[in-house]
């Protein structure tokens, strides 16, 4: 049962775009929500962490928000750059954890 | 703080034979998650410790995995006997609470041919 959904599954920009990553959950209650970042052959980096009270958490170019009542997450990254191609998750965590599948981005120089 | 330390990175196995994955969790982090990364099913929780004890296991695939965490620095996951549909990436990872953020060791990468 796929209880986390990210939306698209593959994304390639030209360097410089601000671009959106969407993540959607069925289950609206969720103590936090977490972005993360995979390499390819590497572990999870985290990103951002957004408490269940809050709305939005920056960090640098990287700006995520959370709206519990529509079941969204997403994350912004402003002035991509080639070093920001990485398939990146979101994870929420509530009575259970669950990962979303990720999109793979790919920044063009 | 070295952050989630887990071992062997690579570990190549054949059929039928005993797997241990090893697993440092960060000081002081109360929770300790296993998970599996496969291309088909993605992520998946396995099982996670909150204090050293089991809370929940539901994600544990079969009774060939176990996983045991005997002192608060110390996890290990074990797969006897290993079949090939095992190989994965296997992820530890720790939070300080529940809910709270998880920080990922590197994996363990498991081939069995």
């Known amino acids: 049962k796929q209880e986390v959904t990210q939306i698209p599954a593959a994304l390639s920009v030209p360097e410089g775009e601000n671009l959106v990553l969407n993540c959607s959950f069925t289950?609206?209650?969720?103590?936090?929500l977490q972005w993360f970042r995979q390499d390819p052959g590497k572990g999870l980096t985290s990103l951002l962490l957004i408490q269940s009270s809050q709305r939005e958490q920056t960090s640098g170019r990287l700006n995520a928000s959370l709206d519990k009542s529509s079941g969204r997450s997403t994350l912004y990254i402003a002035a991509s750059q080639p070093g920001d191609s990485a398939t990146y998750l979101c994870?929420?965590?509530?009575?259970?954890?669950?990962f979303g599948t990720g999109t793979s981005l790919t920044v063009i120089p | 703080d070295a952050g989630v330390i887990q071992s062997p990175r690579h570990e190549v196995t054949e059929m039928g034979q005993e797997v241990t994955l090893r697993c440092k969790p960060i000081?002081?982090?109360?929770?300790l998650f296993w998970y599996r990364q496969t291309m088909m099913r993605g992520l998946e929780l396995l099982i996670y410790f909150n204090n050293n004890v089991p809370i929940d296991d539901s994600g544990m695939p079969e009774d060939r995995f176990s996983a045991k965490m005997p002192n608060a620095s110390f996890s290990t996951l074990k797969i006897q006997p290993s079949e090939p549909r095992d190989s994965a990436v296997y992820f530890c990872?720790?939070?300080?609470?529940?809910?709270?953020?998880?920080?990922f060791g590197s994996g363990t990468r498991l081939t069995v041919v």
């Open positions: 289950d609206s209650a969720i103590y936090n």
């Open positions: 000081s002081g982090h109360d929770y």
């Open positions: 990872a720790s939070s300080l609470a529940h809910g709270g953020g998880y920080t």
């Open positions: 994870a929420r965590f509530g009575n259970q954890f669950y």
